[in-house]
């Protein structure tokens, strides 16, 4: 997660956003019970170079609908895939859990994690600010 803010945001302020502490929870919250949610990672020979978050959401707006929290590639496993394998493994257990309608939200400069989503068939459905939601009904 920090990698991905220092990539998306910049390396310093990416950095400097949550501790370790912080951050190590917040993935403890999707495997603990505090958040109905599961972790997937990519490996290749053995090493994790990929990782996506998924839970079940609540929004006054949209109603009950899963949501990949984040989604992150180690830059020399990159266009091999692994972002789609993770994401439809994630979509796979939303599935499993009676969703039927998944999102995201990212910056609306970031044209990788666009085409990433638009590929497995999300598209914008809402603005706010700097981000936008991509959302795809299954
Ligand atoms: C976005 C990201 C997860 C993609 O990971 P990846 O494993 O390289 O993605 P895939 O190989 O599964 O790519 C699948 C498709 O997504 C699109 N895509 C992926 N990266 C892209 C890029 N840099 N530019 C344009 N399209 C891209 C392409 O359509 C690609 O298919 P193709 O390789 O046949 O053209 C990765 O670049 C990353 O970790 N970025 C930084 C983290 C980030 O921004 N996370 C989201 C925070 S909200």
Redo the contacts with the bound molecule.
């Keep these: 997660m920090r990698a ?1 803010l220092m ?2 945001l910049d390396p310093a302020r990416g950095e400097a956003m949550y501790t370790i502490e912080w951050l190590v929870d917040r993935v403890r919250q999707h495997l603990d019970g505090r958040h109905v949610g599961a972790v997937f990672v990519a490996e290749d020979d053995g090493e994790i170079v ?1 990782h996506t978050i998924v839970r079940i959401e609540h929004d006054a707006a949209r109603g009950t609908h899963g949501l990949f929290s ?4 180690v830059p020399t ?9 993770l994401l439809e493994r994630g979509e796979a257990w939303l599935r499993e859990h009676e969703m039927s309608e998944a999102a ?4 609306t400069t ?4 666009h ?2 989503f638009a ?1 497995l068939g999300y598209s914008i459905v809402e603005e706010s600010g700097e981000m936008v939601r991509l959302w795809k009904r299954f």
């Design positions: 991905t990539e998306v990929g984040t989604v992150y590639v496993a990159r266009r091999k895939s692994a972002a789609v394998s995201t939200w990212t910056a970031n044209v990788p994690l085409e990433l590929r």
